[in-house]
């Protein structure tokens, strides 16, 4: 056999069955189990299995992003290597897959994939979603394409895909754009690529980040709490096209001269931040004192880039550069 994918488990639903003593599901299925229902993988390709972690997904931390980082970089090193598989709970599985995005630069396929069912359940997604991932591995269409999540028989970029829902199997979709593709008959087909690729290269995470939501009226006190708990950078998701309620101003003008940085991005699903408006509070007067805009991120994700920029430098400027010069 030519090919040899590598299947890091982390853990999720994915590994899950229900406890009858608490009806309830709990981490319960090996990785060994897990692969014994993904049938017929071997007429494709060998398969090499890596305990990382029996994670929940709202378990996992920036931390353990990055070591499995480095683990994912060490195994696309290995030349007997195709491609790598990372098992992931759904909850966070959007955050871990661009956290690795921005921090691995290999051609050859990273694929994240989770389930929305457990073993115990009907209809069990796991090993359908797992054998589409590993197909995907394993193909020569998905190099050179960054991270990418493979759930419910669809391909989406990392930097673009989110969960959409709480409950159905096809709640990874990429709103903005829609998917790079789709695993078909054991096959991959792309209908389209991604024009950008973004890459930090750090090893270190600054995890004092807060991720606020901006509502009608709030005013500075969340970001002045942020500020005296000495967190180091602060994403807001703004209202529209990026703007937020007057009494938010006086707290983003205080952080950023004590050089804490502002990410601006949308609360809204789809649509990027822009200096469109220029009233008090609006994108255009954000950009005068000195916030960032983070284009069409949403939250989670503005944040986990936030850190990652922020494990390189503490200049403002310097941070602008990574989210805007896109």
């Not at 995005?101 to 994939?113: F, G, S, Y």
């Not at 969960?163 to 998917?179: D, H, Q, S």
């Not at 989670?300 to 503490?314: D, E, F, H, S, V």
Request: net charge neutral.
């Amino acid at each position: 056999m030519e090919n040899k994918v590598a299947v890091i488990f982390t853990g999720g639903t994915i590994s899950m069955k229900v406890d009858p003593r608490i009806n309830a599901a709990i981490p319960a299925l090996s990785s060994e189990e897990i692969m014994a229902m993904v049938t017929n993988i071997e007429k494709y390709t060998d398969i090499e299995i890596i305990n990382f972690a029996k994670l929940p997904g709202p378990h996992m931390t920036p931390e353990k992003m990055m070591e499995l980082s480095k683990l994912v970089r060490k195994t696309l090193a290995r030349k007997d290597i195709t491609g790598v598989v990372v098992t992931h709970g759904t909850d966070t599985l959007e955050e871990t897959a661009y956290l690795l995005h921005l921090t691995i630069k290999n051609e050859k396929p990273v694929i994240v994939v989770g389930a929305m069912r457990n073993g115990s359940e009907l209809g069990y997604d796991g090993p359908s979603n797992l054998s589409a991932a590993i197909c995907t591995a394993i193909s020569d269409e998905a190099k050179n394409k960054g991270v990418l999540v493979v759930m419910n028989n669809e391909v989406n970029a990392a930097s673009e895909v989110t969960k959409t829902n709480t409950l159905t199997v096809n709640t990874f979709k990429a709103p903005e754009f829609g998917p790079l593709g789709i695993v078909d008959n054991d096959e991959v087909i792309f209908y389209r690529d991604i024009k950008y690729r973004d890459y930090i290269p750090t090893e270190n995470i600054e995890t004092d980040v807060a991720l606020l939501k901006t509502g009608v009226g709030m005013n500075s006190d969340l970001i002045e709490f942020c500020i005296q708990s000495g967190y180091k950078g602060i994403v807001i998701e703004a209202l529209g096209r990026g703007n937020v309620p007057p009494k938010m101003i006086e707290g983003i003008e205080n952080a950023i001269n004590k050089n804490i940085p502002i990410v601006i991005v949308s609360r809204c699903p789809t649509g990027r931040v822009l200096d469109t408006y220029g009233y008090e509070g609006a994108g255009k007067h954000l950009k005068k004192l000195g916030a960032i805009f983070g284009y069409n991120l949403p939250g989670q994700k503005a944040r986990i880039k936030l850190m990652l920029a922020l494990g390189i430098t503490n200049d403002i400027n310097k941070i602008r550069n990574i989210f805007e010069n896109i």
